[in-house]
């Protein structure tokens, strides 16, 4: 158990880092630099992002602090990041998916996300022939159930989004062609991430096998990621058939 806890804190840490990291450097290399702060010097900028991190960490600990009992946690993260989130898989797999499919699928998603927590009534006058079902009696009155709520978020943003990509007309955007071409190109023998400034498209570029169907791009099976899929499968069974060993031993 001890090792099981040391491995979770772990994780917790590295995890609470990189989102830090990214949130600061969000903000001040993108924000700050291009729009708030242009004509800034890049030492000041770096001030803004160590600032910006501090004050995620405070954020995190008023979070943490809100938080009744440990499966609250999960179930904020896949309310919140499914707001965005769906944009963000949709566009790796969608090409049709654009700017107007983002924005309208999480300002959709964000709002139904409001009215389930904070106006379930709106809910319950917009959706009557399902109240019984998503709706539950608690000591602060009516509440959606929980379940309910990441259906809902989670529909309306495809949904909407769906709908938007349907009805715009496709895009020809040089940077999403970049974008897709990135993605498919596979690592070329000797490459070295750190030696990269700017990827530039070979014609002798090897690229993964995609399944390409409406728009949609799917990768193909490749025998390197079979077999690592294969093998991932094959640790997490090791590591929970060793669990529950230990338990048993213990």
Not at 165 to 171: A, H, Y
Not at 172 to 200: H, M, N, S, W
Request: proline share 4%; with cysteine; hydrophobic share 50%.
């Amino acid at each position: 158990m001890g090792l099981v806890a040391a491995m979770v804190m772990a994780g917790a840490v590295s995890h609470c880092g990189t989102q830090m990291i990214v949130g600061s450097g969000l903000f001040s290399a993108h924000l700050c630099r291009f729009y708030l702060m242009p004509e800034r010097e890049p030492r000041e900028l770096v001030t803004v992002g160590r600032i910006c991190g501090v004050v995620l960490v405070l954020a995190a600990l008023v979070l943490q602090m809100s938080f009744r009992n440990i499966t609250d946690i999960p179930v904020l993260f896949i309310k919140t990041t499914s707001i965005i989130g769906v944009s963000m898989w949709m566009g790796l797999i969608w090409t049709r998916w654009n700017t107007v499919s983002v924005w309208v699928a999480t300002v959709v998603g964000a709002t139904t996300g409001i009215l389930c927590g904070y106006l379930p009534g709106e809910v319950e006058r917009l959706i009557p022939s399902l109240a019984d079902r998503i709706f539950v009696e608690t000591p602060d009155g009516r509440v959606i159930l929980d379940s309910w709520k990441i259906l809902l978020i989670l529909s309306s943003t495809f949904v909407t989004g769906a709908m938007a990509t349907v009805i715009t007309e496709l895009s020809q955007d040089d940077q999403l062609e970049f974008f897709y071409r990135v993605v498919r190109t596979k690592v070329r023998p000797g490459e070295v991430g750190a030696d990269i400034t700017r990827f530039e498209i070979r014609d002798d570029d090897e690229l993964v096998p995609c399944l390409s169907l409406f728009g949609f791009q799917f990768p193909g099976p490749t025998r390197e990621g079979t077999l690592g899929f294969v093998l991932a499968w094959v640790a997490v069974v090791v590591l929970i058939l060793g669990t529950r060993l230990l338990l048993f031993v213990i």
